[in-house]
């Protein structure tokens, strides 16, 4: 009686694979909460030509078209927390929540990467965000 064991091979392959995703899903983890802390980085600096270009169109637009200037001009007047570091990230597709020090950041992933979709946010009692900045 001959027994093959095929099996060997293809469990090689499932262990690969989700070592594989494994992977991408740690390395666009660590993109995104890269970009979460050059964003607070550039705010705690008063670089807004530097935060300004971390931001997401769609929630840059908003922002511009609310507050009737550029970017640069008036992001200063959101009083963001700023500084620290990102301490925990996870993500979900194309969107990432960061959790840092002294803000919570939520990220989208654009064709130029990963950018900031909300900033300045604090858990409110009903289990949702309210943030300073948002699209």
């Known amino acids: 009686m001959k027994i ?14 989700l070592l594989c995703v ?11 909460s ?4 050059d964003f607070l980085a550039a705010v705690e600096a008063g670089d807004a030509r530097a935060a300004c ?3 997401a169109p769609k929630t840059r637009e ?17 009083d963001l927390p700023a500084g620290g570091t990102v301490d925990e990230v996870e ?12 803000d919570t950041l939520f990220l989208v992933e654009t064709h130029s ?3 900031v979709a909300a ?9 949702t965000y309210d943030c300073l900045l948002s699209d």
């Open 53 to 55: 270009a971390l931001i």
């Open 119 to 127: 900033a300045g946010c604090l858990r409110t009692e009903d289990e």
């Open 62 to 78: 908003a922002f511009e078209f609310g507050e009737g200037e550029s970017c640069v001009d008036s992001l200063g007047s959101l």
């Open 34 to 37: 890269t970009v979460a802390d």
């Open 113 to 115: 990467g990963w950018r």
């Open 22 to 32: 494994g992977c991408a899903a740690g390395e666009r983890a660590a993109t995104s």
């Open 4 to 17: 093959h064991r095929t099996c060997g091979a293809g469990a090689i392959l499932v262990v690969l694979t």
């Open 91 to 102: 993500v979900w597709g194309d969107r990432a929540q960061a959790i840092g020090e002294t």
